[in-house]
């Protein structure tokens, strides 16, 4: 199974923009799904979760402009970011943690914020 990350790109503060990380298999039922985002010189930061339950969380960071969410009809999870700052520019993965599996990791997608 492989993750494809999708969505990245540059945009100015408080516009918005909608990553996916679609998977090659349906694993996304069985999963709990994370985004990362790394920047330059920064370590990774957790973003947001969604369990195969649908039950989400958010880093401090974005909680009331980002929305992580799940179509499993169509093995996709996406992460809606609104209001963008400049502070949220950074590489972006999708991580798979299915049940008994080793973790699975996205290329990464490169989101920039101009101010």
């Known amino acids: 199974v492989r993750l494809v990350v999708s969505g990245g790109g540059l945009v100015q503060a408080g516009r918005s923009l909608l990553l996916s990380c679609a998977a090659s298999?349906?694993?996304?039922?069985?999963?709990?799904i994370r985004w990362y985002r790394q920047a330059p010189g920064m370590q990774r930061e957790l973003v947001a979760t969604?369990?195969?339950?649908?039950?989400?969380n958010y880093a401090d960071s974005v909680k009331g402009r980002f929305t992580i969410s799940s179509d499993k009809a169509k093995n996709t999870v996406y992460l809606q970011m609104d209001s963008l700052k400049p502070e949220d520019t950074a590489d972006y993965y999708c991580?798979?943690?299915?049940?008994?599996?080793?973790?699975?990791w996205g290329q990464g997608t490169q989101v920039t914020v101009s101010s």
């Open positions: 969604i369990t195969r339950g649908c039950r989400t």
């Open positions: 298999g349906s694993i996304f039922s069985t999963s709990t």
């Open positions: 991580v798979a943690d299915p049940p008994l599996q080793d973790r699975l």
